[in-house]
């Protein structure tokens, strides 16, 4: 045999054995730890992202889900908290690689991010003053106040309504506290957010009404190059869906006794 030959069965023998033993091994624990999902919400939301008072941690229905999630993948979740119109640019800018923020999927957006599929149901709705008896649904909100999160749907649909005066706020509880003030005339906000807000929060002095503007479906949004990730994340949810995980913790956030 020559010698060629010889040295080139033996550099493989030992590059295998590298790759075999203790060498790769390590190489793969490193990976595993290495790998980390940048999320980020706009932690204002309750009962989807916010953070309660004397806690580090952040809460909701969404922390629950995309953590989860990231358990399923063996991926560590970091979390930010960015205001809500600076979520789909901080993705783009490359600074984060997920949005999990009661984001509703809409073409919009679409033409910026990939979205995941829809992983809960919702939709607008209003909250007046409780003395208020002349608004009754959205139809009466022409020529009133309304407050609306900037960059929302909710400010989307507001902008449509004739002669309604907009007031954008960065985050919601600031719209309740004008409702409350007497600035505005209702808030125009997601449906479960504003039953939790006046189930749980004080509640005093305003009130919801039943009717529902839109049909609404929110995702987690990734870069749009970001197909990989789209892939992993919809085949970790789908898992939950089908193991009971992704019911359970709706029932801690949704169930009957909250
Ligand atoms: N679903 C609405 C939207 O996508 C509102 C989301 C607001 N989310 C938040 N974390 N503040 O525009």
Redesign the pocket.
Known sequence: MNKKILSLILGSIFMLTAVLTGCGGDNKAQKTENKVIRVA?????AP??FQEEGKTEYQGF?MDLIRAIGKEMNYKVEISNIG?DGLIPALEAGNIDLII????I?DE?KNKVLFSDPYYE?G?TIVVRANEDKIKGFTDLEGKKVAV?I??????EAAKIKDCEVKNFN??SECFMELKAGGVDAVI??RP?NDYYLKRTNSEGVKPLNDKLTS?N?GMAMRKDNKELQEKINAALKKLKDNGEYQKIYDKWFGVSK
């Open positions: 919400c706009s932690a204002d939301f989807f992202e969404d809500f923020s009661g984001m509703t809409n957006r919702s607008l999160q960059g929302t749907t909710g400010s989307r985050v919601i906000n997601d957010v609404e929110y």
